[in-house]
């Protein structure tokens, strides 16, 4: 029987037969180790606890924490990790582990890793094909196919790049999550990644245009789609003015009205001009790195210093600062509250209780407009679910458990 091997950057896992190897020369790993690595591996797809691991280690009679440590330690090592860099193996607060590197399954006949609770099996994500169209003005929209099975259609959101998004550990546990057992459709925005550039009109029928065009490059007829941040207000708008199209909704740290349209008060319109000023001032600084490290903190609350410099860092590589600069000021002011009642397929919002960059409240406006919606909250203060956030796997869940009804 073949074994499943797992490959991440220049590693192979070959779970079953425990051996490692790097660029193809074996790698020694201490049983033990060996051992807790392939559970990681196995069980990417979920935050395992520390006393689930003690007691795997221990075979039924849990290791005491110094030992786990040690084990962890020899892992990390074997894969080119360590305690504090944690780019592959990653403490997960409140006690607990994730192996979070970007995996796929070579070779298996055997069980695929195990999946979050109430997630379907599926084949990986280890395969992608990007490809392009035009949209109704011309504009280049740059879009991938990634994974296989039923589509799932994600509208573009604040500045992605699909050649390199899968590589970032901002996206890439969600390319993971949303790939079992569907094919995951998403593009570049006019104006970022691999699109033109050269925006032109920048509207919110031009972004709408910009989705039509892609599911039909694709060829699709009726499909669920995925709205994250900015990019759930182009969601509403399309499932509202393409009822026929959109089988269900879902909206994640998403809004119906910017920021400068939803100022209710002369403090908050003034609140949303010195926000607005602070972003011009940043990107058109030479060196925009401060504000965009900011600019990461409000997206990413709980993740460190380090994660924040590479959101950054991403940033500048997906766009012009000028584009940047118009992506905020349209933002602020876009607007589908008008429409949102028009939303007649079945739609699911969730959003973190503690959003830094979106209020809860506009999830509670979204719930209020959209008829045939439910609500769940929860807990975390990301606007962007990291992969390790307990939120992540939750998210999942009823995902895919409303995509499943």
């Given at each position: 029987m073949d074994s499943a091997v797992y490959r991440f950057g220049q590693y192979a896992l070959d779970a079953d037969r425990r051996r490692l190897s790097h660029d193809g020369q074996?790698?020694?790993?201490?049983?033990?180790?060996?051992?807790?690595?392939?559970?990681?591996?196995?069980h990417r797809g979920r935050f395992v606890p520390e006393e689930e691991l003690r007691d795997r280690m221990g075979h039924g009679h849990a290791v005491s924490e110094a030992e786990l440590a040690t084990l962890l330690r020899s892992a990390r090592l074997a894969i080119g990790d360590s305690d504090t860099r944690q780019r592959l193996i990653r403490a997960v607060r409140p006690h607990g582990y994730r192996f979070v590197a970007h995996t796929t399954v070579a070779s298996t006949t055997a069980a695929a890793a195990p999946t979050a609770p109430g997630v379907p099996a599926g084949t990986e994500a280890d395969h992608e094909v990007i490809r392009f169209c035009r949209s109704a003005d011309g504009t280049r929209i740059a879009y991938a196919l990634t994974g296989e099975g039923p589509p799932l259609v994600k509208t573009a959101n604040w500045l992605t790049h699909l050649?390199?998004?899968?590589?970032?550990p901002?996206?890439?546990?969600w390319f993971d999550g949303l790939t079992r057992g569907r094919q995951l459709i998403r593009y570049d925005e006019r104006g970022c990644g691999l699109s033109s550039w050269d925006m032109g009109s920048f509207t919110l029928d031009n972004l709408v245009a910009d989705l039509d065009s892609v599911a039909d490059a694709v060829g699709l007829d009726r499909f669920p789609l995925l709205g994250v941040s900015q990019g759930g207000a182009v969601a509403v708008a399309y499932a509202a003015l393409r009822p026929e199209r959109v089988s269900h909704l879902i909206l994640t740290s998403a809004y119906a009205r910017g920021q400068q349209i939803r100022a209710g008060s002369d403090a908050e319109r003034e609140a949303a001009e010195v926000d607005l000023n602070i972003a011009r001032a940043g990107w058109r600084s030479?060196?925009?790195?401060?504000?965009?490290?900011y600019f990461a903190s409000q997206f990413l609350a709980d993740a460190t210093p380090a994660e924040w410099d590479a959101f950054a860092a991403y940033q500048q590589q997906t766009t012009s600062p000028a584009n940047g600069l118009r992506f905020l000021e349209e933002f602020t002011r876009i607007d589908v509250s008008g429409i949102a009642h028009d939303v007649t397929c079945p739609t699911l919002i969730i959003h973190s209780r503690d959003d830094a960059r979106v209020p809860v409240a506009q999830a509670l406006e979204l719930a209020t407009l959209i008829p045939d919606s439910r609500l769940v909250l929860l807990e975390s203060r990301n606007h962007l679910f990291t992969a390790d956030d307990p939120a992540w796997p939750t998210f999942l869940t009823h995902?895919?458990?409303f995509l499943s009804e």
């Open positions: 074996r790698v020694d790993v201490e049983p033990q180790a060996m051992e807790l690595l392939c559970h990681l591996v196995e050649d390199i998004d899968r590589t970032t901002m996206w890439a546990h030479q060196d925009s790195s401060s504000f965009l490290r995902l895919y458990n």
